[in-house]
C-alpha cells in the first residue's frame, strides 16, 4: 500500500510543505520572509505574522506540485519543536486542521531529528550508525545516528550556536542579515591571514560566545588604530573567522569519530551549506577514512521534506499523535 505524507514546516522564518510517497520527495515548496533583512534579525511576531499569510498558498502549491489530491494525503507530518514559539502555534494549528478535516493521522517531528534525517530524501543515504553534525542559527550538536528513530546528542553547544557566530560576526561588520552566506561568499575572495582563539572545552561539546568576544575585541582595536580596517580587510576577515568556526566544528566532529569508532560522517542545518565546511568535511573525511554525506542545498535550510521523511518512518512505526498536542519551544532529540 502506497503512504503519502504531507511535512509542514513553520518552526522559524521559512513557510514550508512537501509531499512525500514510499519515501520519495514529491514536492518540496518553501516561502521565504524577506521583511526581517530590514531588523538584523528574525523578528518573532512578524514572523508568525508571515506563516498565517503564507502557510495556505505553500500547501496547496505543494499539493499540485506534487501531482495528486488531498484525499491521497495519509498522514499530516508537523514541526512540533524546538523553535519560535509563535511560528510553530501556526503550523501546528494548520496542521491539525487539515488531519481532522480529512480524518486522518497526525504526527509531530522534533526539527532537530527531521534535520538528520534530511540525508534520507535523496540518495546516497548513510548505513546506521552514522555521525551527524547538525549546525545551524540556534543548534549545534554532533548527534550519533543508530537508527531513523534512535539518536543520541553526544556533544553540544554550551551558550551560542555556530550560525549565531556568523550571524553575529556580519553585524559588527556591518553586513546584511541572514549574515552566514554573506561571509561565505566574502570569504572565498579573501585569505585567513588574521588568527582568532579556539575555545578550550573539554569534551565533545562546542562554546562560540568567547570567539564572537575576541572576534569584537579585535575590531574595536584595529579600529582605533585605523577607522577604515573593516572596509580594507573585509573579505580576510571573513576568511579568518569563518575557518576558525569551521575548524572548531571539524575538531570536535573528528574527536567524535576517533572516540566512537564510527566513519560514516554527515553533516545538517543551515550552516551545512557553508561552502568551507562541505569542502572541509569532505578533506578531512579523505584523510581519516570516513565516508562523508552532505545534502543537496535545499534539504540544508528550514525544509517541509525533511519533516515528511521524519513522518514517514514514524507512519512505519504507528507513531501518531493526538489534537491535543501543542507546539513546543524547547524539545531535545
Same mark, same amino acid.
Given at each position: 500500500?502506497?503512504?503519502?505524507?504531507?511535512?509542514?514546516?513553520?518552526?522559524?522564518?521559512?513557510?514550508?510543505?512537501?509531499?512525500?510517497?514510499? #519515501?520519495?520527495?514529491?514536492?518540496?515548496?518553501?516561502?521565504?520572509?524577506? @521583511?526581517?533583512?530590514?531588523?538584523?534579525?528574525?523578528?518573532?511576531?512578524?514572523?508568525?505574522?508571515?506563516?498565517?499569510?503564507?502557510?495556505?498558498?505553500?500547501?496547496?502549491?505543494?499539493?499540485?506540485? @506534487?501531482?495528486?489530491?488531498?484525499?491521497?494525503?495519509?498522514?499530516?507530518?508537523?514541526?512540533?519543536?524546538?523553535?519560535?514559539?509563535?511560528?510553530?502555534?501556526?503550523?501546528?494549528?494548520?496542521?491539525?486542521?487539515?488531519?481532522?478535516?480529512?480524518?486522518?493521522?497526525?504526527?509531530?517531528?522534533?526539527?532537530?531529528?527531521?534535520?538528520?534525517?534530511?540525508?534520507?530524501?535523496?540518495?546516497?543515504?548513510?548505513?546506521?550508525?552514522?555521525?551527524?553534525?547538525?549546525?545551524?542559527? #540556534?543548534?549545534?550538536?554532533?548527534?550519533?545516528?543508530?537508527?531513523?528513530?534512535?539518536?543520541?546528542?553526544?556533544?553540544?553547544?554550551?551558550?551560542?550556536?555556530? $550560525?549565531?557566530?556568523?550571524?553575529?560576526?556580519?553585524?559588527?561588520?556591518?553586513?546584511?542579515?541572514?549574515?552566514?552566506?554573506?561571509?561565505?561568499?566574502?570569504?572565498?575572495?579573501? *585569505?585567513?591571514?588574521?588568527?582568532?582563539?579556539?575555545? *578550550?572545552?573539554?569534551?565533545?561539546?562546542?562554546?562560540?560566545? $568567547?570567539?564572537?568576544?575576541?572576534?569584537?575585541?579585535?575590531? *574595536?582595536?584595529?579600529?582605533?588604530?585605523?577607522?577604515?580596517?573593516?572596509?580594507?580587510?573585509? @573579505?580576510?576577515?571573513?576568511?579568518?573567522?569563518?575557518?576558525?568556526?569551521?575548524?572548531?566544528?571539524?575538531?570536535?566532529?573528528?574527536?567524535?569519530?576517533?572516540?566512537?569508532?564510527?566513519?560514516?560522517?554527515?553533516?545538517?542545518?543551515?550552516?551545512?551549506?557553508?561552502?568551507?565546511?562541505?569542502? @572541509?568535511?569532505?578533506?578531512?573525511?579523505?584523510?581519516?577514512?570516513?565516508?562523508?554525506?552532505?545534502?543537496?542545498?535545499?534539504?540544508?535550510?528550514?525544509?517541509?521534506?525533511?519533516?515528511?521523511?521524519?513522518?514517514?518512518?514514524?507512519?512505519?512505526?504507528?507513531?501518531?499523535?493526538?489534537?491535543?498536542?501543542?507546539?513546543?519551544?524547547?524539545?531535545?532529540?
Amino acid at each position: 500500500m502506497s503512504i503519502t505524507i504531507l511535512g509542514i514546516e513553520s518552526s522559524c522564518d521559512d513557510t514550508s510543505a512537501a509531499v512525500l510517497r514510499d #519515501g520519495k520527495v514529491l514536492s518540496n515548496c518553501t516561502a521565504n520572509q524577506e @521583511a526581517h533583512r530590514l531588523y538584523g534579525g528574525v523578528v518573532p511576531e512578524v514572523a508568525s505574522r508571515a506563516h498565517q499569510i503564507n502557510i495556505i498558498p505553500v500547501v496547496d502549491l505543494a499539493i499540485r506540485q @506534487a501531482g495528486i489530491k488531498k484525499e491521497e494525503v495519509d498522514a499530516v507530518a508537523f514541526t512540533r519543536g524546538p523553535g519560535l514559539i509563535g511560528s510553530l502555534i501556526v503550523g501546528v494549528s494548520f496542521a491539525k486542521a487539515y488531519a481532522l478535516s480529512l480524518g486522518i493521522p497526525l504526527i509531530e517531528a522534533n526539527h532537530m531529528q527531521a534535520h538528520v534525517l534530511a540525508h534520507f530524501a535523496e540518495d546516497p543515504k548513510p548505513p546506521f550508525p552514522f555521525l551527524c553534525l547538525t549546525v545551524s542559527g #540556534g543548534h549545534t550538536q554532533i548527534v550519533l545516528a543508530r537508527d531513523y528513530l534512535d539518536m543520541e546528542v553526544i556533544g553540544q553547544t554550551l551558550d551560542d550556536a555556530a $550560525g549565531e557566530a556568523f550571524d553575529k560576526t556580519g553585524k559588527l561588520l556591518g553586513l546584511d542579515y541572514p549574515a552566514g552566506p554573506i561571509i561565505d561568499r566574502l570569504a572565498q575572495q579573501g *585569505q585567513p591571514v588574521f588568527d582568532f582563539p579556539e575555545p *578550550q572545552i573539554p569534551g565533545l561539546n562546542f562554546s562560540f560566545s $568567547g570567539l564572537k568576544t575576541s572576534i569584537l575585541y579585535f575590531l *574595536q582595536r584595529h579600529k582605533k588604530e585605523d577607522p577604515d580596517f573593516i572596509r580594507k580587510n573585509m @573579505a580576510d576577515i571573513c576568511a579568518s573567522v569563518q575557518a576558525r568556526i569551521v575548524r572548531i566544528l571539524l575538531n570536535k566532529l573528528s574527536r567524535a569519530a576517533g572516540e566512537t569508532g564510527i566513519r560514516e560522517v554527515a553533516i545538517a542545518g543551515g550552516v551545512s551549506a557553508n561552502s568551507e565546511l562541505r569542502a @572541509a568535511l569532505e578533506k578531512t573525511g579523505r584523510e581519516n577514512g570516513w565516508n562523508t554525506y552532505i545534502p543537496k542545498f535545499e534539504y540544508c535550510t528550514d525544509n517541509a521534506a525533511m519533516i515528511a521523511v521524519t513522518g514517514y518512518y514514524k507512519y512505519l512505526k504507528g507513531e501518531f499523535t493526538g489534537q491535543e498536542v501543542a507546539p513546543v519551544a524547547r524539545w531535545k532529540v
